[in-house]
């Protein structure tokens, strides 16, 4: 479970949380030395980025500018979606996408990447438990059983996707990005994820925090992650 601290807006930089699902090829040892700004304020100067702390995949990074910030984490999270880019074409697979608390942004990021049509199929933004049974064909019992944050409703998406967008492999979101709709045994953050290849998947329950924003964010790369994983 990734924690917000009590003191983080106390911090006299401000933070910016950048997932980076694989730090396990760098060893723990990620740096960024600097990166070059190009802003009336700071003159085109170069602010050092420093990372203060990691959590699994969770890169918490102190800086003194939003800016910084988001390209550190724009430069980040395209790896991942160029990765997986590279992986689903050079073993002729496709993929989609089934999502519900990430409302297409999974879809975003794939598509963001140049070429991508080579291998993304679409996707379906199964919002409502409607479209969920009717178009990817997740089951009444276990959407009334279980709830839409569940195992086996997540793992019914991913492999409804493949189905219905006749691709090789895919990914699926269900949780709670918030503020409202948490419960005390599903709390605002949580969210269930699964990753597909043909008949195989596999699924997680992540907790992630209460920012709607951050829940979206964290969950779309987990997906992905998962799914890299999985190839």
């Known amino acids: 479970m990734i924690a917000r601290s009590k003191t983080a807006m106390d911090f ?31 003159n085109d100067k170069t602010v050092l980025v420093n990372i203060s702390s990691l959590f699994n995949n969770l890169i918490v990074i102190n800086t003194q500018s939003d800016d910084t910030a988001e390209i550190i984490e724009h430069k980040i999270r395209m790896v991942i979606e160029k990765e997986i880019g590279e992986l689903l074409r050079s073993r002729h697979l496709t993929m989609g996408t089934a999502e519900s608390c990430t409302g297409g942004y999974i879809a975003h990021l794939i598509t963001r990447v140049a070429g991508s049509s080579d291998y993304f199929c679409g996707g379906v933004v199964s919002y409502s438990n409607e479209v969920k049974h009717h178009v990817l064909g997740v089951s009444e019992d276990s959407l009334a059983q279980y709830g839409a944050v569940s195992r086996p409703v997540v ?20 949780g709670i990005a918030g503020p409202g709709g948490g419960t005390p045994e599903k709390p605002v953050g949580t969210v269930w994820i699964a990753a597909a290849l043909k008949d195989m998947v596999v699924s997680e329950c992540c907790h992630f925090g209460t920012e709607r924003e951050d829940n979206i964010r964290l969950a779309a790369n987990t997906a992905l992650r998962m799914l890299q994983q999985l190839l």
């Open 12 to 42: 006299k930089h401000k933070m910016a949380k950048v997932y980076m699902p694989d730090i396990r090829r760098k060893n723990d040892e990620m740096r960024f030395a600097a990166i070059k700004m190009n802003n009336q304020k700071e």
């Open 155 to 174: 793992e019914q998406m991913a492999l409804g996707a493949i189905r219905v967008l006749g691709c090789d492999c895919a990914v699926a979101t269900s």
